[in-house]
Every structure is written in structure tokens, then in C-alpha cells.
């Protein structure tokens, strides 16, 4: 191949050098040029090997579904397996050619990429012609209108006919006259580089725009997902042009026709000097005269008797001619060529640089195909056609098999206002004429291992005979067997020449355990071509499968790739699930606070003065609370506000004990369970009046209460008058917990009678506090000790805390996190939702059989009734005390019986399984009983306490006793001070 | 270049006979569970009357959807015993099956993110331990050490807290594994039937008796129900209901780069799970989508959520290019275990709702299907996967506990 860039012609900007390198060589381009035009006017033919056979390739087509020019564009963040062929020539673009196979760049990508949520009326995807004019139709009823181009220019495939006329002018004047008319229209927006990838149920497109060319631009993202909700979508995709299947078709200067045509009319290369083009239909007749307009020598094989259009004038058209074979060391010198019908048993040479092939035309379905928009095969265009469009959706131009200008005008113009079509489907036929169905060439050296079917994964038709003799009938076995499809074109060139080749290969009476396409595809042959299939079975027994019988793999999302960064878009680094943080996070963070990820939120886990490690800090922070006084931020406990009639009603059958008669002024602990009887989760909730109450939830957990709350409302009780509100954010929390909590309570809320008589256990009330903040004061502990819990305005959150640590300074009081939270509330066995049960534990197995009525229906009721919760062995919520009373359990610990354990520690896997009775949920420090301990769900536990048991962690086994689960002040004497 | 070198298939699967008017067994079915127990019926059991009716085409369901992921360090006994004896299995099928299948035990660490991940992932390490499983409880330097291109830093949202680690985890190629199966099941004279779709049964006496399909009646003593979610739609045509739910998972995967990722690694606290296969190309999986449906694709915004995780985690993914993207549809039961075993129809047996477990199953429960089936009575691995467990309340419950959704 001897390409080279002429003198004249082209879009390109000649005034515009633009300097690459590719491997070690620097080269010049034009703007408007890609890396494979610039990479072809520099002469390149061999752009790299194939990725198994590792034969020498070269540029293939012109567009997204190029199989062999791939580049890896080093410079910042390294990028690989970008196609040559849409990668836009950009200044100092360094690059190296890849083998079908990327190398990952290990660095950290800082380049910013976001994501564009929008509405729009209608959203046309392809600006060629039909595109172009639904753009400008659809703009004219005022709506509004967004047009999407993967391309960096519009006018799609006039892009390669630039001379072509158009309604009275050449076509690029054409299309600039429309994109002026539609950048002036304030109702239209055009996306270039905007490849739309994905299409969803309801009209919801997925588009991937590259906005500053490969590099890092500062302060522009470098590319942006556009998520769309569309009104009315118009596919103007268009159509690829397929390759022909025989020996040696994968040679550098082996090229589709209208990519030849496109590198001569966009960018003003000519791909060759001596053309032979090989077809099957009329659509080459017009790149042979361009090619032969500006001096190529032009040869046209057609495989059919007749041409259905005028011929060329300087072109030499041999008809019933195709070609067996190309000739040529690394890149094609000559073709070997015969009659098509196997009559000139003779192959002759020719010579050649460049061959130019078309086996045909396939409408680009993929998003049709996505929306699961039905296909059909049509016999005369020789291609799957979209039946209908989906709903809401209309179809245009090529991608219906449209193949002459002014039908894509016009039919694009009646899509883009939303009307039908005036192109009946016969004459897209007729205009496009005749197309051979001709799979596959035989060679001459009687085999088929170069007859390239999918050129990246290097699979041939010697593949698909042996898929095919292995038993594989359906197309996705033999995609599957040989891999065809699988690359990163994903099909665009291999797919339908496999189907189209399969019919040759599987003869009729197979046809019965031919499974089509994807299960419930709708994949049949038109109606007049006698052959529909239901579950793609012939009924014609003496025809040959048609393609329609056999059915199309799945188009699935992405169209075209997509960067993994891209998706993530701003949800990279500090924007990934964002942190939640309390009003008082600063404060707690100055007193030292190391956090815990507990949900979203930021949890202060312990504050370690100078020099403590944690088990010193927790167990100041424990003595604070149960011998003076502390504080902790309890925020981020969830907070559902549930409003109705039917409120007290509702909450009566959530939770497995009874709220319908909770006074107003009162709050109660409640557990709520799914319909298994398992606990879901728990906390108080406050009756505000008799309409409206306050629910707290655990802090994990208050996005899936929420949902569970919901679903109960709207899917299960619609009758009941209840509503339901997140109000988390709306509150701060500060509990003041501890012997001595009175005394800083009653400064903080002078107008508040805090004693025992005058706020007694689980009420609330709502009071101004000396700061002048108003407060909701809640008696309730989750430590056993006398305790407050101080609601205010979220707004007033960290004066809260500055309030709260004035008023107990004099006490000492010690601000404390959630690892003392829990050793406190495990002391007194309160148990931690999801710590201390895990989807299989019942409120009776906690031991709080108190809070499960027997009066009343509930969640989850009746699952108490079933076998298993009334025969032995449930797990229970136990104590464990290890004989060693400095040891503490790892969390996790499996219980064994004394039994069972083995005599020394294991260094590996049991050999033979070890019987489990439980395990352990948490273990503690307890500075209240001066020694360690652990609670454990364990098998009848209740019935072994005081019996000793085996804890088994790390290949160790040591002895336990154990106990009943609440381990300090069993009888309750501390919590009213 | 190993990468670029792979191995061909055999030049004989199987084939594709119609189907005869009565057969011993059917297996509704063709994936990879009803191809497995339709090999190990006639090898173990000496049955090889058998046909196996696939709706579409053999091994496209599920089979040809999942992320290849094979591991037995599940929580509970039950759990743990089913999954490891199908690991022992899989450490033999290539040379049983005499199939490249890639099996590869390359590790599969679950990575913890939480204080919450951490007992979970500890209590898990202890149970597979004493279990006899091999199970590791690692360090996030140890982590970094398995999985040098992983992020361990504090600076992330969810820094790795450390892992738990199974060496004798690892993948192996789902098409080919079924393929494997269904080469030797057809050359011991199983019929494999496509196209061919279930529309009723024959019942006698609450005997079933044959099948009703598009290609005509079907008659045998026993039928076996493979169909994964649609199993509920066979059952509720044989008289009686199965308590599973059905949901979009889906996965997908990059181009084919160099291989940089030696093991896989899970994470359910970010919702991602990835390996990278043979070929190169990266394996991904995500979260399931909430609502119900047989539709096999799912919702963008799972995917972009995990890909979030994906560059969090992984740097080196960020310019990977995501190719392709499909759904499975995994059958989900109340406690995220299976079901296998007999039923009230006399002679029908079924096994599903494996939700994402499946594939890494399809020997063990291939093989105590297939004696479920033989002797009309569940092999000791099974018996508590029995479909009355949802009645008794003996629930297997996999979901909480295992802190792995996957």
C-alpha cells in the first residue's frame, strides 16, 4: 500500500500542522485528521500484529468499529487501546501501536471527569444526513433538542463524499449550512464527540463525551457521562459496511471501500494507486470513481452478473469475479481472482496496492437492540433491519437500510417532527439495488485458516467449520467456541458475517435444535421471505437456514468503550460515598478522637489523651461514665419522623412490642423483626402527640428502616393514614450519661425539674435551655447509669457540645466514643443490632422475650410458631468469661464444646470438622467487673450457664465459662442515679 | 507470550439428537447444574436414559453470565460442607472431564473495610478453620503483597482493614466447564435437547409421569428441575410453589490488557468484585438490583457505582475501558441458600435458588443432585436444603452472617 496525502481536497485544516509520534517516530498531521488518516498519509501500512497469529495488519476501516489499529497514548496518565481510526489527532500525541492486548498505567489518574444529568424532548443520535435533518425538523416545532455525534465532525457518512450534492449544494456546505442554522436555534444542543453507548428502559440514554481530546486540559474534565431523559429518541446510526470473507483478507491494504473513500473525500489521502474493488452491491461503484477521479487505476470485481447503477467511466468492471486470495509479503502486492461461480477454474493475478472490499451493508442496531427493539432479516438488503422502533422512538436513514441521500432527508425529517415515514420499505431495496449473499470465498490452497471472519481475535472460517463440527448450532456457541465477536469491536465486524456464514455451513434438517439469538429475542425472517420461525426453528425444510433463522447474539451496553473512570466520574477520592459528619465533628476532633466508619458516618471511636493507647483511653472513658460523668455525640442515630392517623397503629405492627398506648410525653425501646422472626432493628421512639412520633433507628441502619417502613406503608397497609420522614440531619444528640449526669443536666436546663420524681425513666420533655436553644431532654440510657439524652437543632449542634462540656467541667466530665459505648451496653447485654445478631437471631434468643407480645399481630409473629423456634438448640445470647481473666477473645471466636476441643493448638485447618455451638459477637475489657469478657451466642446457652466451654481463634483452644449475658448490675439499681 | 496462547477446544462436544418419546430422567434445564447432575446420574449412578431439555441454548442462562468465581469458605456448616466438597471436585474435573476448563486456584480474598467487616470476616476465618477449610485472616500488607496493584492506603473512604483469604479459591472458564460437562454426558448417551421448552407436566395419580414441551410430549418416571429463577414458573404448572425471587445481577468486563491482577478480590462494603481471566481481559461484578424480574439486563447506575469502587481500589483500572455489560438473573430464597431435593409431586426433584452461588456448586450439587435423584431420597449434603426448611424454620441464612453477598 502506497498511501499518501494529495495536494488538494479533504476537510482537513492544511494551515494547521499538528506533530505525533508513534513508537519512536515523529510525524506531521493536519487538524481534522485522525491518528489513522495522519498514520496513512505518512505511508504507515503495518499498524502493529494480530493479537494470536501475530500477522502484520493494517487500518481497516475508518471508524468505531476498526478491528486492528489500536494506539497506546502514553504523556500523563497512559491510556491504552484506543482505536487509531476515531482517536482525533491532537498537538505531541505520543503513541505506540498495540497488539490486541493494553498495558495498564499503575499511577493514579488525576484527571477530573463528571457526569451531566438532562431532560430533552427529543434526542437524535447520528448527525449524517437523516440525522441532521431530524435535528433540523425537530427544532422546528420548538422543542427541545439534543443531537448526539460520536464523531468530532458532523455530517456522518457524507463526511467521505464531501462533493456529493445535497438540496442544491455540495454536502459539506450542506452540513455546515445546518449546524448553523441549528447552534443558532436556542432550543438545540449539539454534542460532538458524544458517543451514546447506552440505552435504558423509558428512554433513558448513556453518552460519553470526550471533551479535551486525550490530555489533561486544568480546570475542564476530560470527558463527561451524560445520563438523558428523553421524550422522543431518533436513531440515526447508520450502518456498517461488511467485509467479505476469503484467503488472506486480513493483509495491510485489505480496506472496507467506504473507508477508502472516506480517507480520500474527508481527509485527502489516497489509500492507493492501483485499486481492485471486490463487491457485492452497487455501493462501491461510486468510491471506484472517486478513486479513479484524482488518478488511481481501478479495478471492480463484482460477484454478480450486473450492476444495478451507471458504471463508472476509467474503471474496469468485471463482473461474476471475486477475489480467492491476496498476494503480497507484508502488504498486499495483487489479488488472485476467479469467477464467482466456480466456472474459471484458473485463478488469475492482478496486480494491486490498495483492495477495496464491500460484502454488504448492516444497519447499526445496537441501541435499537438494547431496548430489546425487534430485528428482522431482509433477504433483498441482505441485512438485519429493525422491524418497528421501540416505543417512543423512531428510526432513519441507514440504520432502516435507507441508503440514497434524499431518502435519509426526508425520512429523517419526518422522524425529527414526529411523523412516519414517506421511504416504504420496498424501496429501499429497489434504491439499493441487488446484494450477493456471498459468505465466504473459497481459497485456492483448499483450507481456511486465513479467511479472517473477526480480524482482533483472530478467528477465521476454519474456526466456525470447527464450531460447527463440534456440534455448535446456535450463534452464541459459536461465538463462545471461537471468540468471535469478543473483542473491541464486540461484533461491529465479525457478527453478521458469522450468522451469514453459518447458514452455509448447517444444512436444513439440523435447523430443529437451532436455539436463536438470546432467549425470547424476537429474531425472524420478513414475512414474504416464507420462512418465520418461532424459537428460530425452519419450517422450510428444503432452504437453507436463512440468518433470520438463526438470530443475532445480544447488543448489550457499551456501544463503544468506555473509561472505568469515567463512570466513576466525581465519585473518586473524598466525593465517594461521601462522608456524613455531626455539627461536632471539629470538637471531637481537637480532643483527639480517632473515628470509625459506622454507615456513611464518621463515628468518634475513642479519645486517647497524651499517651494512651486505646484500651487505657476506653477504660478512663468507661470509669468516667459509670463512676462521674461523660458525654458522647449519639447523632448519628437514625431519626424517622412517622406522622398519620394510623401512626400508633402502623408502629403497632412494626414492632413486636406494643405502641398503640405509648402516652404522649413517653418514649419506648422497640425491636422490630422481618416476617422470619429475625431482629431487623431497634431503638426508642418518643410520641409527640397522638398523630406523630419520633423513631430512632441504629445508625447503619436508618436508610433500610426507612425503605422497610415504606414498603410496609405503601405495599402491605395503603388504608393506614401514616407518613414517614427522615429527620436524622435535622437533630443533634449529645447523651450525658453517668452518676453525676443530674448535676450537668440541671445547669444546662435551669427551667427542667430533673429529679427522679420529676422526670422519671423513658420520658421526655421539651424545655429552653441557659444558652436560650430549645431542647427535647430524654430520660434513657444505653448503659445502665443514669443518663440523658439533650435533642437540639442540628444548627446548634457543636454549641451543644460546648454547652455541655462548660457545664460538667467542673466534674470532670469525659467526652467518651462508641468502642466505650459498647463495652458499657454489653455489661448490661444490650445487644448491638448486627453485631450481636446477624439476620438469625430472634428477640427471644437475646433473652428479651419481654418485648415480644403475645397479644397483639406483628411482624414476624407468626414465624415464632414454626418448628424451629420452639425446638433446642437456637443459639442465645450468652456471657462468656474466659479462666484467664486478662484475656480477651477475639470478636469472632468460635465456641466449642470442652469436649470437642482437640488437645493442642492447630497450625492449619481442622482435619476433620470440629463441631461449633456458637461464637463470639463481642468482647470487652470490663472496668465495672475488673476483668474481660464476652458476649456469645451459643446453643442452648441459657440452659449451659455456669458450665465451662472452648474458645477456638487462631489456631488456639481456651477455656471459658459461661454466664448469664448481663455481667453488671443485673437488678437495674444504677439507671436513676 | 502465555497470555496469547491459549489452548483449542475439543473437536467434538456433542450431539444434538431429537428427542426420543421416553427417557428415565428428565432433566429440565440445560445449564451447568442440569448438566453436571445429568453426567454424574450416568457415571455414579449407571443412568444414562436421560434427556436434558434446554428452552435456548445448553449453558446460557447463568452459566454463561457469571463471574467465574469458585470458593467454599461459607459461613455455616451446611454451607461449608456442600462448597467444599464441590472445591475437592473441582480440584479433579480438568482430569475427569479431560478438559482444559482454566481451572486456576489463584486466592480469592474478601476484603474488609469496617470494624463490622472485620468480626464478620474473623468469625468466618475460625467457622471455614474448624470446618478443615483453608482460610486466612490477612493483614492489609499481606493483602498488598497477594495483590500488588490494590490501593491500601489510609486515604481512601474505606481504607482495607485487612482480608479474609482462601489460597484454593480461584476461577475457571464457565462455558467451557458446562461444555465439559455436556461433552461427557453426551458421549455416555445423555440427550441434550435445545429449543426445546417445558409448557406442562403429565401427572398420575400426583405422580409425574412426562413432560409437555413445544416438541412435543416427553414421558418419564422422574423429572429433575435445573431452571434456576424460572423453576418457580414449572413448579407453579406442577401444583406447587418455591419461595425464591428472582433479580438482575450484573457483571462485565474491560479489553484484554497484560495481566497485573493475580488473584480475585471481593468487596462487599464498596459492592465489587473482580479478577482478571486468562485472556486478560477484566471480570466484574457488582451488586444485585433490588427489584424482581427476568429481564437479563439491569440498572446503569449499579454499574457506575461499582465502578466508583473499581478505581477507588484498583488506580490501574481507571483507563480500562468497560466493553461489555449483561445480566444474569439470580434466584434469591429467603435465606440465600439453595434448595435441592425432593418435592410433593412424587418423582420431581428440583434444585435452585442458588442467587450467586451457582456456578462454584455446579459439581458438588451435581453430584448429590444426581444421587437425590437415583435413590428418590437427598444425599446427606443436601438434606438440609430440603424445600420444608421454609416451613420448620431451619433456615441456612447466608446473607447476614457471611458478610459476602457473593
Given at each position: 500500500m502506497t498511501s499518501r496525502r494529495l495536494a488538494t481536497g479533504g476537510?482537513?485544516?492544511?494551515?494547521e500542522t499538528i506533530k505525533f509520534t508513534l513508537g519512536s517516530t515523529t510525524y506531521a498531521g493536519f487538524a481534522g485528521d485522525t491518528v489513522a488518516s495522519a498514520a496513512l498519509a505518512n505511508g504507515?501500512?503495518?499498524?502493529g500484529d494480530s493479537i494470536y497469529l501475530r500477522r502484520p495488519r493494517g487500518v481497516?476501516?475508518?471508524?468505531?468499529?476498526?478491528p486492528n489499529a489500536f494506539v497506546r497514548v502514553e504523556g500523563g496518565y497512559g491510556e491504552s487501546m484506543l482505536p487509531a481510526t476515531t482517536l482525533e489527532l491532537a498537538d505531541d500525541l505520543q503513541m505506540t501501536w498495540e497488539d490486541g492486548i493494553g498495558t495498564l498505567d499503575q499511577?493514579?489518574?488525576d484527571a477530573e471527569y463528571d457526569h451531566m444529568h438532562v431532560h430533552t424532548d427529543v434526542a437524535i443520535v447520528g448527525a449524517g444526513p437523516a440525522g441532521l435533518s431530524a435535528a433540523r425538523a425537530a427544532v422546528a416545532t420548538g422543542v427541545r433538542v439534543t443531537l448526539l455525534e460520536q464523531?468530532?465532525?458532523?455530517?456522518?457518512?457524507l463526511l467521505g463524499r464531501p462533493g456529493e450534492q445535497v438540496e442544491g449544494r455540495p454536502a459539506h456546505e450542506w452540513v455546515q449550512q445546518v449546524r448553523a442554522e441549528l447552534e443558532a436555534a436556542p432550543n438545540c444542543r449539539i454534542l460532538l464527540?458524544?458517543?451514546?453507548?447506552g440505552s435504558y428502559d423509558n428512554n433513558y440514554l448513556v453518552a460519553l463525551e470526550k471533551r479535551t481530546g486525550h490530555l489533561t486540559t486544568e480546570g475542564m474534565s476530560r470527558q463527561r457521562v451524560w445520563h438523558l431523559i428523553v421524550g422522543r429518541v431518533v436513531l440515526a446510526t447508520g450502518s456498517f459496511e461488511r467485509s467479505l470473507i476469503f484467503?488472506?483478507?486480513?493483509?495491510?491494504?485489505?480496506?472496507?471501500a467506504s473507508a477508502a473513500q472516506a480517507y480520500l473525500?474527508?481527509?485527502?489521502?489516497?489509500?492507493?494507486?492501483r485499486v481492485v474493488v471486490f463487491t457485492t452491491?452497487?455501493?462501491a461503484y461510486p468510491v471506484a470513481a472517486d478513486l479513479a477521479a484524482v488518478g488511481a487505476t481501478v479495478t471492480v470485481l463484482d460477484?454478480?452478473?450486473?450492476?444495478g447503477c451507471q458504471l463508472p467511466p476509467a474503471v474496469d468492471v468485471r463482473f461474476g469475479m471475486v477475489v480467492v486470495e491476496t498476494l503480497g509479503?507484508?502488504?498486499?502486492?495483487g489479488v488472485r481472482i476467479a469467477s464467482a461461480d466456480g466456472s474459471d477454474v484458473v485463478p488469475q493475478e492482478l496486480e494491486c496496492d490498495l483492495l477495496a472490499v464491500s460484502g454488504g451493508w448492516s444497519p447499526n442496531v445496537s441501541l435499537h437492540s438494547q431496548r430489546q427493539g425487534a430485528l428482522r432479516w431482509d433477504e433483498r438488503l441482505v441485512g438485519f433491519v429493525p422491524t418497528a422502533p421501540v416505543a417512543r422512538q423512531a428510526l432513519a436513514g441507514a440504520v432502516l437500510g435507507t441508503s440514497w441521500t434524499e431518502g435519509c432527508l426526508s425520512e429523517g425529517a419526518a422522524a425529527g417532527a414526529d411523523e412516519v415515514s414517506p421511504v416504504h420499505a420496498g424501496e429501499r431495496a429497489d434504491r439499493a439495488g441487488a446484494t450477493a449473499d456471498l459468505w465466504l470465498v473459497p481459497g485456492p490452497h483448499g483450507d481456511?485458516?486465513?479467511?479472517?471472519?473477526?480480524p482482533q481475535r483472530d478467528n477465521t472460517a476454519a474456526d466456525v467449520v470447527r464450531a460447527v463440527g463440534a456440534g455448535m448450532r446456535s450463534v452464541e456457541h459459536v461465538k463462545r467456541y471461537t471468540?468471535?465477536?469478543?473483542?473491541?469491536?464486540q461484533g461491529k465486524i465479525g457478527g453478521v458475517l458469522t450468522i451469514g456464514l453459518l447458514t452455509q455451513l448447517l444444512?436444513?434438517?439440523?435447523?430443529?435444535?437451532v436455539p436463536a439469538g438470546?432467549?425470547?429475542?424476537v429474531v425472524g425472517d420478513g414475512?414474504?421471505?416464507?420462512?418465520v420461525n418461532e424459537?428460530?426453528?425452519?419450517?422450510?425444510?428444503?432452504m437453507r437456514p436463512s440468518p433470520g433463522a438463526l438470530g443475532t447474539t445480544t447488543f448489550r451496553a457499551p456501544f463503544t468503550p468506555v473509561a472505568f473512570v469515567a463512570l466513576a466520574g466525581r465519585s473518586?477520592?473524598?466525593?465517594?460515598d461521601p462522608a456524613r459528619l455531626t455539627p461536632s465533628h471539629g470538637r471531637q476532633v481537637e480532643l483527639g478522637a480517632r473515628f470509625e466508619d459506622v454507615g456513611q458516618w464518621k463515628r468518634a471511636w475513642y479519645f486517647a489523651r497524651h499517651g494512651e493507647d486505646m484500651d487505657a483511653a476506653v477504660a478512663r472513658e468507661c470509669r468516667a461514665a459509670r463512676e462521674n460523668v461523660a458525654y458522647m455525640d449519639a447523632t448519628t442515630l437514625g431519626k424517622i419522623e412517622v406522622r398519620g392517623a394510623d401512626a400508633a397503629t402502623f408502629l403497632n405492627r412494626i414492632y413486636?412490642?406494643?405502641?398503640?398506648?405509648?402516652?404522649?410525653g413517653k418514649q419506648r425501646y422497640g425491636v422490630m423483626c422481618r416476617p422470619d422472626g429475625m431482629v431487623f432493628d431497634d431503638g426508642v421512639t418518643f410520641r409527640l402527640a397522638d398523630d406523630r412520633f419520633v423513631m430512632t433507628t441504629t445508625t447503619g441502619g436508618a436508610a433500610r428502616v426507612l425503605e422497610w417502613l415504606e414498603e410496609w406503608s405503601q405495599t402491605?397497609?395503603?388504608d393506614l393514614d401514616v407518613w414517614f420522614t427522615s429527620v436524622t440531619e435535622q437533630w443533634t444528640t449529645i447523651a450525658v450519661v453517668g452518676p453525676r449526669s443530674r448535676q450537668v443536666v440541671a445547669a444546662l436546663a435551669p427551667?427542667?425539674?430533673?429529679?427522679k420524681e420529676g422526670f422519671e425513666f423513658m420520658a421526655f420533655r421539651d424545655t429552653t435551655l441557659a444558652s436560650g436553644i430549645p431542647a427535647r431532654i430524654a430520660r434513657v440510657t444505653f448503659s445502665g447509669e443514669l443518663a440523658f439524652e439533650i435533642n437540639v437543632s442540628g444548627w446548634y449542634g457543636q454549641s451543644l457540645w460546648d454547652d455541655v462540656s462548660a457545664a460538667g467541667e467542673s466534674l470532670g466530665i469525659t467526652p467518651y466514643g462508641t468502642e466505650t459505648m459498647h463495652v458499657l451496653r454489653a455489661e448490661k447485654a444490650y445487644p448491638i443490632v448486627g453485631q450481636d445478631t446477624d439476620?438469625?437471631?430472634?428477640p427471644q434468643d437475646l433473652?428479651?422475650?419481654?418485648?415480644?407480645?403475645?397479644?397483639k399481630e406483628f411482624?414476624?409473629?407468626?414465624?415464632?410458631?414454626?418448628a424451629s423456634h420452639n425446638a433446642t438448640g437456637r443459639k442465645q445470647l450468652v456471657s462468656l468469661l474466659p479462666l484467664d481473666t486478662t484475656l480477651r477473645l477475639p470478636e469472632g471466636s468460635q465456641v466449642i464444646e470442652q469436649a470437642a476441643a482437640p488437645e493442642g493448638p492447630l497450625d492449619?485447618?481442622?482435619?476433620m470438622p470440629i463441631p461449633m455451638i456458637g461464637h463470639v459477637t463481642s468482647s470487652y475489657h470490663s472496668q465495672a467487673i475488673g476483668r474481660s469478657f464476652a458476649l456469645a451466642l451459643v446453643k442452648d446457652g441459657r440452659d449451659r450457664v455456669g458450665q465451662q466451654a472452648v474458645a477456638s481463634f487462631g489456631g488456639r483452644f481456651v477455656p471459658v465459662e459461661i454466664g448469664d449475658?448481663?455481667?453488671?448490675d443485673k437488678e437495674g439499681t444504677r439507671r436513676d442515679g | 507470550m502465555k497470555q496469547r496462547d491459549l489452548p483449542e477446544h475439543p473437536e467434538f462436544l456433542w450431539h444434538n439428537p431429537e428427542p426420543s418419546s421416553m427417557y428415565d430422567v428428565i432433566i429440565v434445564g440445560g445449564g451447568g447444574h442440569g448438566l453436571a447432575t445429568a453426567y454424574y446420574l450416568a457415571?455414579?449412578?449407571?443412568?444414562?436414559?436421560i434427556a436434558v431439555l434446554?428452552?435456548?441454548?445448553?449453558?446460557?442462562?447463568n452459566m454463561a453470565r457469571n463471574t467465574t468465581i469458585i470458593r467454599s469458605?461459607?459461613?455455616w456448616d451446611e454451607s461449608a460442607a456442600m462448597y467444599e466438597q464441590s472445591l475437592k471436585l473441582w480440584e479433579g474435573l480438568e482430569d475427569e472431564l479431560?478438559?482444559?476448563?482454566?481451572?486456576?486456584?489463584r486466592g480469592v480474598m474478601n476484603l474488609a473495610h469496617t470494624l463490622q467487616d472485620e468480626r464478620d470476616s474473623v468469625r468466618r476465618v475460625e467457622a471455614n478453620r474448624l470446618n478443615g477449610i483453608d482460610a486466612e485472616w490477612i493483614t492489609p500488607e499481606q493483602v498488598k503483597e497477594l495483590c500488588p496493584i490494590i490501593n491500601i492506603g489510609q486515604d481512601i473512604r474505606y481504607p482495607v482493614m485487612g482480608a479474609t483469604y482462601q489460597p484454593r479459591a480461584g476461577i475457571a472458564k464457565h462455558d467451557w466447564v458446562a461444555w465439559a460437562y455436556a461433552r461427557r454426558a453426551s458421549d455416555m448417551g445423555v440427550d441434550l435437547i435445545q429449543n426445546c421448552e417445558v409448557t406442562g407436566f403429565e401427572m398420575d395419580h400426583g405422580r409425574v409421569t412426562g413432560v409437555h414441551t413445544n416438541r412435543g410430549t416427553i414421558h418419564a418416571g422422574r423429572v429433575a428441575l435445573?431452571?434456576?429463577?424460572?423453576t418457580s414458573v414449572l413448579t407453579e404448572m406442577a401444583g406447587f410453589r418455591v419461595p425464591i425471587q428472582s433479580h438482575p445481577l450484573q457483571a462485565l468486563v474491560s479489553e484484554l490488557h497484560d495481566?497485573?491482577?493475580p488473584t480475585v478480590v471481593m468487596s462487599n462494603h464498596v459492592h465489587v468484585y473482580v479478577s482478571q481471566a486468562h485472556k486478560g481481559e477484566l471480570v466484574m461484578g457488582a451488586g444485585v438490583d433490588p427489584y424482581n424480574g427476568y429481564g437479563q439486563r439491569g440498572s446503569f447506575h449499579v454499574i457506575e457505582q461499582q465502578m466508583s469502587a473499581a478505581v477507588e481500589l484498583?488506580?490501574?483500572?481507571?483507563?480500562?475501558?468497560?466493553?461489555r455489560t449483561w445480566g444474569g438473573i439470580v434466584d434469591v430464597t429467603l435465606d440465600a441458600s439453595p434448595i435441592v431435593g425432593l418435592t410433593p409431586v412424587e418423582g420431581m426433584y428440583v434444585n435452585c435458588g442458588?442467587?450467586?452461588?451457582?456456578f462454584k456448586a455446579v459439581p458438588g450439587a451435581g453430584t448429590a443432585f444426581a444421587h437425590t435423584i437415583a435413590n428418590n431420597a437427598p444425599h446427606p449434603l443436601n438434606?438440609?436444603?430440603?424445600?420444608?426448611r421454609f416451613e420448620t424454620g431451619a433456615l441456612i441464612d447466608e446473607h447476614g452472617a457471611a458478610a459476602v453477598a457473593h
Open positions: 476537510l482537513i485544516g492544511r494551515d504507515i501500512a503495518r499498524v481497516m476501516t475508518c471508524g468505531v468499529e476498526e499511577s493514579v489518574d464523531d468530532f465532525a458532523l455530517g456522518g457518512s464527540r458524544t458517543s451514546v453507548f484467503a488472506g483478507n486480513d493483509r495491510p491494504g485489505v480496506m472496507l473525500g474527508r481527509f485527502g489521502v489516497l489509500v492507493g494507486e452491491n452497487d455501493s460477484a454478480r452478473p450486473s450492476a509479503d507484508e502488504v498486499v502486492t481456511l485458516a486465513t479467511h479472517f471472519v473477526d471468540s468471535i465477536s469478543t473483542g473491541l469491536d444444512s436444513a434438517p439440523d435447523m430443529a435444535a438470546q432467549p425470547g429475542q414475512a414474504e421471505d416464507g420462512e424459537g428460530g426453528r425452519a419450517t422450510n425444510a428444503s473518586r477520592g473524598q466525593l465517594y413486636t412490642n406494643a405502641f398503640a398506648k405509648l402516652a404522649v402491605e397497609w395503603p427551667d427542667l425539674d430533673v429529679s439476620g438469625t437471631v430472634t433473652g428479651m422475650s419481654w418485648v415480644v407480645s403475645t397479644k411482624v414476624g409473629k407468626r414465624s415464632y410458631e414454626r492449619g485447618p481442622a482435619r449475658a448481663v455481667v453488671y | 457415571k455414579n449412578h449407571g443412568i444414562t436414559r434446554e428452552r435456548g441454548w445448553l449453558a446460557g442462562g469458605n461459607y459461613l479431560d478438559y482444559d476448563i482454566f481451572f486456576s486456584q435445573a431452571a434456576a429463577g424460572h495481566i497485573i491482577h484498583f488506580p490501574a483500572f481507571s483507563r480500562a475501558h468497560l466493553l442458588w442467587g450467586t452461588g451457582g438434606e438440609p436444603f430440603a424445600l420444608d
